[in-house]
């Protein structure tokens, strides 16, 4: 099996990486900001709920994406269930049985 190019990286991984990367340090400031000014913390938090959701859509999307590209390349990559060397030796196979 080739390894894939390490120079290239599907779009989907790209835009879900930088998203979780903005995510962490999203929440990291927030914790820091909560901590420098305790009465604004309940902003935050609401700030904070929107932000949590479009990460979780971010790597729901992203796994389901991931998830159909292995299905779709296993399906392409196996082989037929019928194949017409498996044919030719089932018909030569009764030629000899039906012969002796």
Known sequence: MAKPDPKF???????????TIFWMIYRIVNL???????SISNA?????????TIMIVNMGAYTMNSGTEKV???????KSLYSTDDVEKDES????????
């Open 93 to 100: 196979d009764e030629k000899e049985d039906e012969n002796g």
């Open 72 to 78: 779709a390349i296993a399906f392409g990559k196996r």
């Open 32 to 38: 820091i900001i909560a901590i420098i000014q305790p």
């Open 9 to 19: 990286m599907q779009y989907s991984k790209k835009m879900a990486s930088r998203v």
């Open 44 to 52: 935050l938090v609401d700030l904070s709920a929107g932000i949590d």
